[in-house]
């Protein structure tokens, strides 16, 4: 169970008063510097409301409280039952209404945040600042005390003062009620510990040399079960003071012997706001954040477990910053204004920022970072607010730098896997050929392939296209590269495809790959050269092993891209294979002619060469056959796919890449 | 410690808000609205749910405030009631019994002891009749009230068609094309018809209708848009009306300011038109409320508006047309396609919002945290206008990383974009990182992230199955491409597909190793690490509606739903079928912190919950008929601290909570706690004593007021009075005759006397001045503002507390009033 909220008024505090409201630590109530108060809801950092007291400049607020949500009988009971009470009453959904605003000129102010408006003014109890209030956690007692030296007990159902004592001797700073709600804890400069019943002091604690600004019990019942329990020997509890970068932890002996602190945490400056989470069993450690005047947090997990001479430093630092990225600026912190433990204990609130407009962040604990800096860019958390919204409409952050990923583009989709071995073979069929079967026959012919490829050197006309296509492929020079690609003119495109070597159709392939994903402009140009690759190389193609690894990403991009009008581009490709097999059919002589000239270009080239020795004759001679075999093959091999399409009715590279220029 | 009690459902959201017109207080601080059975009274200043008036046991149709004591409220309900309530306190006062449906109820200031009710007509379908109910003062809470008159036959059942005239003198009712006014004093009923259509094609149904307070006037809205404002309605033919358009598409509700200067119409549009004086040409607007107008109503003192609207929102408009107020609970989506999926970052509960708008609502405070724009388009308000809206949401464990799925579906085509955001903590919210158009070719019918904790980010992946039969697992890829701005971006790392089924679910085991997605009839079972299909499970002949891991101890199985009704349980270890249950379950829901599994089951117009372990075929929990509704998604809110729960029956609800959506899209919850431990606001609060200090403004402005209207202890009332007629001065003063009474310089300074106040505190001077007056009247109100202005002074002077000045104040006031008392008026009776 999560201690009440603190707010640590302090005398001449630079921070505004605020408060955590108890339990679920749901609403934040803060009184700005302008007196304004506003009520925050701590998910989403919202303004729920905001109060101006009509003596607000006059009588500035120096201390909240939220009353404990619900009501419920006075308490007759002990230890151990009510804390069951307690556990339960954080589960029902009480409603936090009322909210104790302790001001400068000593009148208590009872704002109702459900409605609205001021519910109540408790005067006459004090006549001079109100340093600390604290509500009774069970018969809505109210304590206040002052500057004037003074403690008072309100009846908060009347609003009149039930008790009113001197409480020190110089101004209470503070006060904090025992876990069972019979004693009271108050501290000047000394601290104090009352029976709430007799009005009687029980127990005096000295030590610190400034006025006491915080304090807070941080156990329930004491940690040895063994000797019995009163409800409050054996129990520690926790001061801070102001100018004082150490707080003390105290313990309430039966001995009487509670002369020095039992021991002291350090920080890096004054506290401004503490909260623990209270530990109920013994070997649960008591978790401590304090926020210091400096802006940062610190956490401490320590078991309270007696005297502990050293000064304990803490388990984890927490700051905020700025990025600073935005070229202007360096990292600038910000100021943490508070921390409250979340009721599983294992987060925290922040509020951070400007205490006008504070950012409140729930951040999970890891304490295994002894520093933590987070970085926060408060300008632009703030910007996502707007003053009064007719709705609550955050609209998430699309930038350009979004990656889109569209049909085609690599990412999109990967290969299709299917456990089932007809739907392999099914996909098998996807792409042509058998590579098993096809790889013997061809190795040969590749070899000379191969061999041929490193010959040309500097050829005439049409062929020098090819030739600098081969060599801005393997250069990847992009100037070469965009002045063959965007040729348009089909013929030159077909005649340079037919002259390449077979190596490079593999990386003119990917080199259109890329293409394609790109400009849709130069797309349609690249579809072009596609389709003359695969009408010229398909039975290259087809021998290849890896394939489908190789240009799977072309498939499917073709795949995406011919989704549109699907049945159409399949009649257009398939009328297509027609016609180029119909007209192939009949210009079988052209064929050959074509072969002639590139023969003939071959002696050219072969004249050039010095070395032109008998080896390369025969070089040719095979070369021509080569020609030759490749063409038939391609015819036969396109009738075969021709065939394997229709029976399959599935769809093919060649006619859907042809029907992407429509 | 808590006693083994039932299990109770309770309602805890979106109940619609908006059955009837919603009523201010009569000094506007406080909202009364129904919602479903109970009426809700929100304060108009702080949006606060401030009471919650529970009692009718069916929808509550009506509210109105009682004419005679505006402190009380009327509510009429389907269950045949009408109630009175004390809606400060929260108290019903009474219950009126009439044994009709209740459509909608109407207190009037000129009916001494009825209100008027739209009820069904006896024997007759889809008729329905206006009465007078005649309330009877009998004693008791229970009353019967069976005394009606019938006003109007055949008048529509919808509130908004019937309207009041000027001082309830008659009573305009519209529908169909009709308009039919009925005078009370004369008896007269006047019928108007409009053609259906107009020669320009416009829809002349009659849609609401308003009566001007002050003069004889009618306002009517129409299906097409149009607003009609009827004049001289006394003769049946020479009535006229005058035609102001503005809206687009049907005028769903009009409402008339409280002088009548200014006419309020609201409609489809999400905007509220203010017309002025009746006219055309001369009119405000209130754009982008968010949704549809339903009602509208206006507080009596003129200064705020209401707008309810069709998604259980509440707007709050200050009456010069600026935006005040807005309440909302959980929005009322067209269709809750994402299912209730909670936030891990503020344990909100997210859903469809608005369209295209995620809504993150807040289940402690049953408000709206924050609606989350997804798919930042434009919403255009057109009727057959396919919007693009969210499907499918998922979050990472840790809150990560948000998926969200869109689509817009124009006949044949679809539109689908997978959009990943990331949560920047730098800047606090959601930031695009991968969008993916098309991911899949058809509707995507499951979607989930592997869930590990401990893992970092290169190991988060993404799952999505869609009905190209096709399942697809994206991952984070580290970008390799130096030009691209951020590092991190999702990409497609393996396809699945099984026999071309269509996949209908997927969801991965805890400790994400192995991934379950549904094909039609068949579960597939698949490495997470090689994607390799490890086993197959079905249970023929239903198709697979739901699966689910189990969870912690049982994580060895995976329980599957079919259609047919079977509750299946398969053993993953041993690839067998552990157990089976015939039972037509809609919904499993896995309780993230614990082995528990609860299933909604469906079956004859009656929903119930099951709740299981996997290894044991018994449920732990049975809860039948939860509701008459029909479940449509439920979801496991991780509670904060775990609960106490006493019996070992509801054990599965310590660590968490479920929750159930509605197809009515009512929210629902299990509590084991007593309805008085549920309550949440009324009766429980911090009984403060309202002891407000009089301000010095109030001492100004108030006090006359105060005079005239309160009369008890206040001095300056005695005063007065003492000096009209109780007093014995001035009493023998007046009733002496004139010829035995002394000379008027000696009464003059002991009736001045009597006058005076607190004459001890005045300086010398003020005394002289007020000696010097000659009138006695304009004495004795300029010396009580003098006297106020001294006490300004010395407020200003010493700077006290205003308490304390009030004390000094009655204190010397007091004292006035003793010295008043003890006036010595012997003279008189000496005479």
């Given at each position: 169970?999560?201690?009440?909220?603190?707010?640590?008024?302090?005398?001449?505090?630079?921070?505004?008063?605020?408060?955590?409201?108890?339990?679920?630590?749901?609403?934040?109530?803060?009184?700005?510097?302008?007196?304004?108060?506003?009520?925050?809801?701590?998910?989403?950092?919202?303004?729920?409301?905001?109060?101006?007291?009509?003596?607000?400049?006059?009588?500035?607020?120096?201390?909240?409280?939220?009353?404990?949500?619900?009501?419920?009988?006075?308490?007759?009971?002990?230890?151990?039952?009510?804390?069951?009470?307690?556990?339960?009453?954080?589960?029902?959904?009480?409603?936090?209404?009322?909210?104790?605003?302790?001001?400068?000129?000593?009148?208590?102010?009872?704002?109702?945040?459900?409605?609205?408006?001021?519910?109540?003014?408790?005067?006459?109890?004090?006549?001079?600042?109100?340093?600390?209030?604290?509500?009774?956690?069970?018969?809505?007692?109210?304590?206040?005390?002052?500057?004037?030296?003074?403690?008072?007990?309100?009846?908060?159902?009347?609003?009149?003062?039930?008790?009113?004592?001197?409480?020190?001797?110089?101004?209470?700073?503070?006060?904090?009620?025992?876990?069972?709600?019979?004693?009271?804890?108050?501290?000047?400069?000394?601290?104090?510990?009352?029976?709430?019943?007799?009005?009687?002091?029980?127990?005096?604690?000295?030590?610190?040399?400034?006025?006491?600004?915080?304090?807070?019990?941080?156990?329930?019942?004491?940690?040895?079960?063994?000797?019995?329990?009163?409800?409050?020997?054996?129990?520690?509890?926790?001061?801070?003071?102001?100018?004082?970068?150490?707080?003390?932890?105290?313990?309430?002996?039966?001995?009487?012997?509670?002369?020095?602190?039992?021991?002291?945490?350090?920080?890096?400056?004054?506290?401004?706001?503490?909260?623990?989470?209270?530990?109920?069993?013994?070997?649960?450690?008591?978790?401590?954040?304090?926020?210091?005047?400096?802006?940062?947090?610190?956490?401490?997990?320590?078991?309270?477990?007696?005297?502990?001479?050293?000064?304990?430093?803490?388990?984890?630092?927490?700051?905020?910053?700025?990025?600073?990225?935005?070229?202007?600026?360096?990292?600038?912190?910000?100021?943490?204004?508070?921390?409250?433990?979340?009721?599983?204990?294992?987060?925290?609130?922040?509020?951070?920022?400007?205490?006008?407009?504070?950012?409140?962040?729930?951040?999970?604990?890891?304490?295994?970072?002894?520093?933590?800096?987070?970085?926060?860019?408060?300008?632009?958390?703030?910007?996502?607010?707007?003053?009064?919204?007719?709705?609550?409409?955050?609209?998430?952050?699309?930038?350009?730098?979004?990656?889109?990923?569209?049909?085609?583009?690599?990412?999109?989709?990967?290969?299709?896997?299917?456990?089932?071995?007809?739907?392999?073979?099914?996909?098998?069929?996807?792409?042509?050929?058998?590579?098993?079967?096809s790889?013997?026959e061809r190795l040969g012919a590749l070899d000379i392939d191969v061999s041929k490829v490193k010959t040309p050197?500097?050829l005439p006309?049409t062929d020098s296209f090819a030739v600098?296509l081969v060599?801005?492929?393997?250069?990847?020079?992009?100037?070469?590269?965009?002045?063959?690609?965007?040729?348009?003119?089909?013929t030159?495109i077909k005649n340079t495809v037919a002259r390449m070597p077979i190596h490079a159709v593999?990386?003119l392939?990917?080199?259109?790959?890329?293409?394609?994903?790109?400009?849709?402009?130069?797309?349609?140009?690249?579809?072009?050269?596609?389709?003359s690759v695969f009408t010229l190389h398909a039975s290259y193609l087809s021998t290849?092993?890896?394939?489908?690894?190789?240009?799977?990403?072309?498939?499917?991009?073709?795949?995406?891209?011919?989704?549109?009008?699907?049945?159409?581009?399949?009649?257009?490709?398939?009328?297509?294979?027609?016609?180029t097999?119909?007209a192939a059919s009949?210009t079988v002589q052209d064929v050959t002619e074509v072969n002639q000239t590139a023969k003939l270009v071959y002696e050219d080239e072969s004249?050039?060469e010095?070395?032109?020795?008998?080896e390369m004759i025969a070089d040719k001679d095979s070369d021509e056959n080569w020609d030759e075999d490749e063409e038939k093959e391609e015819q036969s091999d396109e009738q075969?796919?021709?065939?394997?399409?229709?029976?399959?009715?599935?769809?093919?590279?060649?006619?859907?890449?042809?029907?992407?220029?429509? | 410690?808590?006693?083994?009690?039932?299990?109770?459902?309770?309602?805890?959201?979106?109940?619609?808000?908006?059955?009837?017109?919603?009523?201010?207080?009569?000094?506007?601080?406080?909202?009364?609205?129904?919602?479903?059975?109970?009426?809700?009274?929100?304060?108009?200043?702080?949006?606060?749910?401030?009471?919650?008036?529970?009692?009718?046991?069916?929808?509550?149709?009506?509210?109105?405030?009682?004419?005679?004591?505006?402190?009380?409220?009327?509510?009429?309900?389907?269950?045949?009631?009408?109630?009175?309530?004390?809606?400060?306190?929260?108290?019903?006062?009474?219950?009126?019994?009439?044994?009709?449906?209740?459509?909608?109820?109407?207190?009037?200031?000129?009916?001494?002891?009825?209100?008027?009710?739209?009820?069904?007509?006896?024997?007759?379908?889809?008729?329905?009749?206006?009465?007078?109910?005649?309330?009877?003062?009998?004693?008791?809470?229970?009353?019967?009230?069976?005394?009606?008159?019938?006003?109007?036959?055949?008048?529509?059942?919808?509130?908004?068609?019937?309207?009041?005239?000027?001082?309830?003198?008659?009573?305009?009712?519209?529908?169909?094309?009709?308009?039919?006014?009925?005078?009370?004093?004369?008896?007269?009923?006047?019928?108007?018809?409009?053609?259906?259509?107009?020669?320009?094609?416009?829809?002349?149904?009659?849609?609401?209708?308003?009566?001007?307070?002050?003069?004889?006037?009618?306002?009517?809205?129409?299906?097409?848009?149009?607003?009609?404002?009827?004049?001289?309605?006394?003769?049946?033919?020479?009535?006229?009306?005058?035609?102001?358009?503005?809206?687009?598409?049907?005028?769903?509700?009009?409402?008339?300011?409280?002088?009548?200067?200014?006419?309020?119409?609201?409609?489809?549009?999400?905007?509220?038109?203010?017309?002025?004086?009746?006219?055309?040409?001369?009119?405000?607007?209130?754009?982008?409320?968010?949704?549809?107008?339903?009602?509208?109503?206006?507080?009596?003192?003129?200064?705020?508006?209401?707008?309810?609207?069709?998604?259980?929102?509440?707007?709050?408009?200050?009456?010069?047309?600026?935006?005040?107020?807005?309440?909302?609970?959980?929005?009322?989506?067209?269709?809750?396609?994402?299912?209730?999926?909670?936030?891990?970052?503020?344990?909100?509960?997210?859903?469809?919002?608005?369209?295209?708008?995620?809504?993150?609502?807040?289940?402690?405070?049953?408000?709206?945290?924050?609606?989350?724009?997804?798919?930042?388009?434009?919403?255009?308000?057109?009727?057959?206008?396919?919007?693009?809206?969210?499907?499918?949401?998922?979050?990472?464990?840790?809150?990560?990383?948000?998926?969200?799925?869109?689509?817009?579906?124009?006949?044949?085509?679809?539109?689908?974009?997978?959009?990943?955001?990331?949560?920047?903590?730098?800047?606090?919210?959601?930031?695009?990182?991968?969008?993916?158009?098309?991911?899949?070719?058809?509707?995507?019918?499951?979607?989930?992230?592997?869930?590990?904790?401990?893992?970092?980010?290169?190991?988060?992946?993404?799952?999505?199955?869609?009905?190209?039969?096709?399942?697809?697992?994206?991952?984070?890829?580290?970008?390799?491409?130096?030009?691209?701005?951020?590092?991190?971006?999702?990409?497609?790392?393996?396809?699945?597909?099984?026999?071309?089924?269509?996949?209908?679910?997927?969801?991965?085991?805890?400790?994400?190793?192995?991934?379950?997605?549904?094909?039609?009839?068949?579960?597939?079972?698949?490495?997470?690490?090689?994607?390799?299909?490890?086993?197959?499970?079905?249970?023929?002949?239903?198709?697979?509606?739901?699966?689910?891991?189990?969870?912690?101890?049982?994580?060895?199985?995976?329980?599957?739903?079919?259609?047919?009704?079977?509750?299946?349980?398969?053993?993953?270890?041993?690839?067998?079928?552990?157990?089976?249950?015939?039972?037509?379950?809609?919904?499993?829901?896995?309780?993230?912190?614990?082995?528990?599994?609860?299933?909604?089951?469906?079956?004859?117009?009656?929903?119930?919950?099951?709740?299981?372990?996997?290894?044991?075929?018994?449920?732990?929990?049975?809860?039948?008929?939860?509701?008459?509704?029909?479940?449509?998604?439920?979801?496991?809110?991780?509670?904060?601290?775990?609960?106490?729960?006493?019996?070992?029956?509801?054990?599965?609800?310590?660590?968490?909570?479920?929750?159930?959506?509605?197809?009515?899209?009512?929210?629902?919850?299990?509590?084991?706690?007593?309805?008085?431990?549920?309550?949440?606001?009324?009766?429980?609060?911090?009984?403060?004593?309202?002891?407000?200090?009089?301000?010095?403004?109030?001492?100004?402005?108030?006090?006359?007021?105060?005079?005239?209207?309160?009369?008890?202890?206040?001095?300056?009332?005695?005063?007065?009075?003492?000096?009209?007629?109780?007093?014995?001065?001035?009493?023998?003063?007046?009733?002496?005759?004139?010829?035995?009474?002394?000379?008027?310089?000696?009464?003059?300074?002991?009736?001045?006397?009597?006058?005076?106040?607190?004459?001890?505190?005045?300086?010398?001077?003020?005394?002289?001045?007020?000696?010097?007056?000659?009138?006695?009247?304009?004495?004795?109100?300029?010396?009580?503002?003098?006297?106020?202005?001294?006490?300004?002074?010395?407020?200003?002077?010493?700077?006290?507390?205003?308490?304390?000045?009030?004390?000094?104040?009655?204190?010397?006031?007091?004292?006035?009033?003793?010295?008043?008392?003890?006036?010595?008026?012997?003279?008189?009776?000496?005479?």
């Open positions: 169970m999560a201690a009440a909220a603190a707010a640590c008024g302090g005398e001449a505090a630079a921070r505004p008063p605020l408060a955590f409201s108890p339990c679920d630590r749901r609403l934040l109530a803060v009184s700005g510097s302008d007196g304004r108060l506003r009520v925050w809801e701590a998910a989403g950092s919202r303004l729920r409301h905001e109060y101006v007291p009509s003596a607000h400049l006059s009588a500035a607020c120096t201390c909240l409280a939220w009353a404990p949500p619900g009501g419920r009988p006075p308490p007759d009971k002990d230890g151990p039952q009510r804390k069951k009470r307690k556990s339960e009453a954080a589960e029902a959904d009480k409603q936090l209404d009322i909210l104790a605003i302790g001001t400068a000129v000593g009148s208590i102010l009872l704002y109702s945040t459900v409605k609205g408006e001021l519910q109540s003014k408790l005067d006459g109890g004090h006549d001079n600042r109100i340093n600390c209030v604290r509500w009774h956690q069970d018969n809505y007692c109210l304590y206040s005390c002052s500057e004037d030296k003074h403690i008072v007990e309100w009846n908060t159902q009347t609003c009149k003062v039930k008790c009113k004592w001197k409480g020190d001797n110089s101004s209470v700073s503070s006060l904090c009620i025992s876990p069972d709600g019979k004693m009271l804890l108050s501290a000047g400069r000394t601290i104090k510990l009352w029976d709430l019943e007799t009005k009687e002091v029980y127990r005096h604690f000295t030590g610190h040399a400034t006025s006491v600004s915080s304090l807070m019990f941080t156990t329930v019942k004491p940690m040895n079960e063994n000797k019995s329990f009163d409800g409050i020997t054996g129990l520690y509890f926790l001061s801070g003071a102001i100018h004082d970068r150490l707080l003390s932890v105290w313990q309430i002996r039966s001995d009487r012997k509670e002369k020095n602190a039992v021991m002291s945490f350090t920080v890096t400056d004054e506290p401004t706001f503490i909260d623990l989470t209270v530990s109920e069993v013994k070997e649960e450690p008591v978790k401590l954040a304090v926020v210091c005047r400096d802006g940062q947090l610190h956490l401490f997990e320590h078991i309270l477990n007696g005297y502990c001479k050293k000064p304990l430093t803490s388990n984890c630092t927490i700051q905020i910053a700025t990025p600073g990225n935005d070229g202007d600026s360096t990292p600038k912190p910000v100021p943490i204004l508070a921390a409250a433990f979340c009721t599983d204990k294992q987060s925290l609130l922040l509020v951070y920022g400007n205490t006008l407009q504070p950012i409140i962040e729930k951040v999970s604990l890891n304490t295994s970072e002894s520093h933590i800096c987070l970085i926060r860019d408060v300008q632009k958390v703030l910007a996502l607010k707007t003053e009064v919204a007719v709705t609550k409409v955050k609209t998430p952050v699309v930038n350009s730098d979004t990656k889109v990923l569209v049909p085609g583009i690599p990412g999109h989709s990967a290969a299709v896997k299917t456990p089932s071995s007809g739907k392999e073979k099914n996909k098998s069929k996807r792409k042509p050929g058998e590579p098993e079967d790889i013997e050197g500097g006309q600098l060599q801005g492929l393997e250069s990847n020079d992009s100037d070469i590269l965009n002045k063959v690609l965007n040729t348009r003119k089909e030159l593999i990386p392939l990917h080199e259109l790959t890329k293409r394609l994903q790109g400009n849709p402009y130069s797309a349609s140009q690249m579809v072009r050269w596609l389709k290849l092993p890896d394939l489908i690894p190789q240009l799977g990403m072309l498939y499917q991009l073709m795949e995406s891209r011919v989704k549109t009008l699907q049945k159409l581009s399949r009649l257009h490709g398939r009328l297509f294979l027609l016609v097999q119909v009949e004249s050039e010095e070395g032109s020795d008998d075969d796919m021709t065939v394997e399409k229709e029976i399959n009715g599935d769809s093919d590279l060649e006619p859907e890449n042809e029907s992407e220029e429509e | 410690m808590v006693a083994a009690a039932g299990l109770r459902v309770v309602r805890c959201g979106g109940s619609p808000l908006h059955g009837a017109r919603a009523v201010f207080s009569a000094d506007a601080r406080l909202l009364l609205c129904t919602a479903g059975d109970f009426v809700k009274v929100y304060s108009a200043a702080t949006e606060e749910l401030v009471r919650l008036l529970r009692g009718h046991s069916g929808l509550v149709t009506g509210v109105g405030l009682n004419p005679h004591n505006c402190l009380q409220l009327y509510s009429c309900s389907l269950d045949g009631s009408i109630k009175l309530w004390d809606f400060t306190d929260g108290i019903l006062i009474k219950t009126f019994t009439v044994g009709y449906k209740l459509l909608a109820l109407y207190a009037l200031d000129s009916c001494e002891d009825s209100v008027f009710v739209i009820i069904p007509k006896r024997g007759e379908r889809d008729t329905f009749q206006l009465v007078s109910v005649k309330l009877t003062k009998t004693a008791g809470q229970d009353v019967e009230a069976k005394e009606f008159s019938v006003v109007l036959e055949g008048v529509d059942a919808s509130p908004k068609c019937t309207a009041f005239g000027r001082e309830g003198e008659y009573v305009a009712s519209v529908k169909n094309f009709h308009l039919q006014v009925y005078f009370f004093k004369r008896k007269q009923l006047n019928r108007f018809s409009l053609r259906a259509t107009n020669a320009k094609g416009g829809n002349n149904l009659f849609t609401c209708v308003a009566c001007h307070p002050k003069e004889d006037c009618i306002a009517t809205g129409h299906a097409d848009g149009k607003i009609r404002l009827w004049r001289n309605f006394y003769h049946n033919k020479e009535y006229v009306f005058s035609t102001m358009h503005w809206h687009h598409d049907r005028v769903m509700d009009l409402s008339f300011s409280i002088e009548g200067t200014s006419l309020l119409s609201g409609g489809v549009e999400a905007v509220l038109v203010q017309w002025h004086n009746g006219s055309d040409c001369k009119k405000d607007f209130l754009p982008r409320l968010g949704s549809a107008i339903e009602y509208i109503s206006v507080s009596s003192d003129g200064t705020l508006y209401c707008t309810l609207h069709t998604d259980n929102r509440i707007t709050i408009i200050n009456s010069n047309l600026r935006f005040s107020k807005s309440i909302q609970g959980l929005i009322r989506a067209r269709d809750v396609k994402t299912g209730l999926v909670v936030d891990p970052r503020t344990k909100a509960l997210v859903l469809n919002g608005e369209a295209g708008h995620l809504q993150f609502y807040c289940l402690q405070s049953d408000k709206q945290l924050y609606s989350l724009d997804i798919v930042q388009q434009e919403y255009i308000q057109q009727a057959g206008l396919n919007q693009t809206d969210l499907v499918k949401v998922a979050f990472s464990a840790q809150g990560k990383w948000l998926a969200t799925v869109e689509e817009r579906e124009e006949e044949p085509d679809l539109e689908l974009h997978l959009k990943l955001w990331f949560f920047d903590e730098e800047t606090q919210s959601f930031k695009l990182n991968t969008q993916i158009s098309m991911p899949h070719d058809d509707h995507i019918t499951a979607m989930c992230f592997r869930d590990m904790d401990e893992l970092e980010d290169d190991s988060l992946i993404l799952v999505t199955a869609g009905k190209d039969c096709l399942f697809k697992v994206w991952v984070i890829l580290e970008d390799t491409d130096p030009e691209a701005q951020q590092s991190l971006s999702w990409s497609c790392d393996f396809v699945g597909s099984y026999h071309n089924y269509q996949a209908t679910n997927c969801c991965f085991s805890e400790d994400g190793s192995l991934l379950a997605v549904s094909f039609e009839e068949t579960v597939t079972v698949w490495d997470s690490s090689t994607w390799d299909l490890k086993c197959t499970f079905c249970h023929p002949p239903g198709k697979i509606r739901d699966i689910c891991f189990g969870r912690l101890t049982c994580s060895k199985y995976l329980i599957g739903a079919t259609d047919h009704g079977f509750l299946c349980c398969w053993n993953l270890l041993s690839c067998a079928l552990e157990w089976s249950a015939h039972l037509n379950v809609v919904i499993l829901q896995p309780d993230p912190l614990s082995e528990h599994i609860a299933a909604v089951s469906w079956l004859s117009k009656e929903s119930s919950l099951f709740v299981f372990k996997p290894n044991e075929p018994r449920p732990i929990c049975i809860q039948r008929n939860l509701c008459q509704e029909k479940i449509q998604c439920a979801a496991f809110v991780p509670r904060d601290v775990p609960e106490t729960v006493g019996s070992e029956k509801y054990v599965w609800l310590r660590r968490s909570q479920l929750y159930l959506l509605t197809d009515a899209q009512e929210l629902m919850t299990f509590s084991t706690k007593s309805p008085e431990e549920r309550l949440t606001v009324s009766s429980k609060q911090l009984a403060v004593e309202e002891s407000l200090p009089v301000t010095p403004f109030s001492l100004l402005l108030g006090k006359h007021r105060h005079q005239q209207s309160q009369g008890d202890t206040d001095l300056t009332k005695v005063v007065r009075n003492h000096h009209e007629q109780d007093s014995p001065a001035v009493k023998e003063l007046l009733h002496t005759p004139a010829h035995v009474l002394p000379s008027a310089s000696f009464l003059c300074p002991i009736f001045i006397n009597s006058l005076l106040i607190s004459k001890e505190k005045k300086s010398a001077e003020e005394v002289a001045d007020e000696v010097e007056m000659e009138s006695e009247e304009a004495e004795e109100d300029s010396d009580e503002e003098k006297d106020v202005t001294e006490m300004e002074q010395e407020n200003t002077k010493s700077m006290d507390l205003l308490g304390e000045i009030t004390c000094k104040l009655s204190k010397a006031e007091e004292k006035e009033l003793r010295k008043v008392r003890k006036m010595d008026y012997s003279w008189i009776s000496a005479f």
